[in-house]
């Protein structure tokens, strides 16, 4: 039989998500044989357990998929192939060392198999969306291509490495055409394992500002989040905090950009999007020669408060308050409640994080340390956004107001991902080919060259 290429639902990027977990502790009987363990995964997901579903993971898995990223999942498949209907059958084949099961699925607007890869552990390895017999596959997300504000004339590209020793990471600068010295900005990512351009379905928002901004005479660093590159060493990282898993990686490269011939090292700046933007204060305290800070969707509030936000929200979209939603929120709820109740010193997994995580993040009021920054902030938000709202916004407003080196920006027809769109914002909309907005680009521009 000729074989079908594989279709993987992105695993979006979402502020949500921490995509940090280590080994979480069994709970329930493992299922005995690949089959039973791929229907028990599969029925966990449609009931909403998704702690429960990514107890039997292997540390990749773990790693790329904790709860709340199955949740994002799950929605996002849905809302490609509409509501789940019911399993039709399964069946299992061999592929390598690992037992493959296809449980052909009925949703409302596709038949497709759900491909669980189980391992010789009977631990699930993998999960992906593959066309049933007779059907097509779903449509992936498309690379967008280029933004048309960019100027390919205009700038140029070269590989570099961000970080010293075990940790490096490989990135990309886009340069300026001519000499310079030009300034030059850091990108930091939001939550989860992105790549160099912060790829999320049909976008690449980090490679739109690379090229937009380049463009316009400004240099732009990029480069994979160690939690991509390094996932599972990270992972297994005793006391894991937001310093290792974001902040180290962004100094080294602000450093390596003050050290780059044709870069002026007193105009380096750092731009960070969602959880970057949120670390933006810390990273700039820890780093003064820094010449300014982008906050692009900074929240303002703990991230524990923010999922349980937006898996309600997400749940409340079709107008369908289902039985399976509540007790996911409820358990979702419950999870919070564990991260509320840490003890200082205490260790172990909650909410799909080490507890070291949470507590480092404990009592951070990202506006609130922003006013002890010393450089100027650009403050940017999309009025679309369903995951850091305007009501962030308003709270980086109430505590910087008063200061005259920063600027505040919202675009009433932008998400999360600073694309335009209309109506209310969903998970499904990122897997739509879009760009960030020109307005946005010329903006950062404009306020870096003053």
């Not at 998704?50 to 790329?64: H, L, S, V």
């Not at 100027?151 to 940790?167: A, F, H, I, L």
């Not at 010193?345 to 404990?362: H, I, K, Q």
Request: aromatic letters at 6%; proline letters at 8%.
């Amino acid at each position: 039989m000729k074989r079908r290429p594989a279709v993987l639902i992105p695993f979006l990027s979402l502020f949500s998500s921490i995509l940090l977990a280590q080994a979480l502790p069994i709970q329930i009987a493992k299922p005995q044989g690949p089959a039973a363990a791929a229907r028990a995964f599969l029925d966990l997901m449609v009931k909403g357990d998704f702690p429960t579903a990514a107890q039997n993971f292997t540390d990749a898995m773990k790693a790329a998929a904790p709860p709340v990223k199955l949740a994002e999942i799950w929605s996002a498949l849905q809302g490609q192939l509409g509501r789940y209907k019911r399993r039709i059958a399964t069946r299992t084949v061999k592929e390598g060392l690992y037992d493959v099961v296809l449980a052909t699925t009925e949703f409302e607007r596709s038949t497709v198999d759900l491909k669980v890869v189980v391992d010789e552990r009977g631990r699930i390895a993998g999960f992906f969306v593959v066309p049933a017999e007779g059907e097509k596959a779903p449509a992936p997300a498309a690379d967008p291509g280029p933004p048309p504000y960019a100027r390919p004339d205009s700038y140029r590209e070269q590989e570099v490495t961000v970080g010293p020793g075990e940790w490096a990471v490989p990135g990309t600068l886009t340069l300026p055409a001519g000499q310079g010295p030009f300034p030059a900005v850091v990108l930091v990512h939001g939550s989860g394992p992105n790549d160099r351009d912060e790829t999320v379905g049909g976008a690449k928002p980090f490679r739109d500002l690379a090229w937009g901004l380049a463009s316009r005479g400004v240099a732009v660093l990029r480069y994979e989040k160690r939690s991509r590159q390094h996932g599972a060493k990270l992972a297994a990282t005793a006391g894991l905090t937001v310093q290792q898993e974001t902040i180290d990686d962004t100094l080294a490269a602000a450093a390596l950009l003050r050290g780059t011939e044709g870069i002026d090292p007193g105009r380096v700046f750092v731009l960070g999007h969602s959880l970057g933007a949120m670390l933006a204060p810390r990273i700039g305290r820890q780093d003064s020669q820094i010449a300014g800070l982008i906050v692009m969707a900074g929240a303002a509030k703990p991230i524990e408060d923010l999922m349980l936000e937006q898996v309600t929200y997400i749940a409340a979209l079709d107008g369908i308050n289902s039985e399976e939603e509540k007790r996911r929120i409820q358990g979702l709820r419950e999870e919070v409640a564990k991260v509320k109740a840490l003890a200082p010193g205490a260790t172990g997994m909650v909410l799909g994080a080490p507890a070291s995580y949470w507590l480092d993040l404990r009592g951070y009021d990202p506006p609130e340390a922003a006013k002890g920054v010393k450089q100027p902030l650009l403050i940017l938000q999309g009025e679309r956004d369903y995951q850091v709202t305007m009501d962030a916004f308003a709270a980086w407003k109430k505590a910087l107001i008063g200061r005259s080196d920063v600027t505040f920006k919202s675009y009433p027809a932008l998400n999360h991902l600073f694309i335009a769109g209309e109506g209310k914002s969903n998970p499904a909309e990122y897997q739509r080919p879009g760009h960030v907005a020109e307005s946005v680009v010329a903006d950062i521009a404009s306020w870096i060259r003053r």
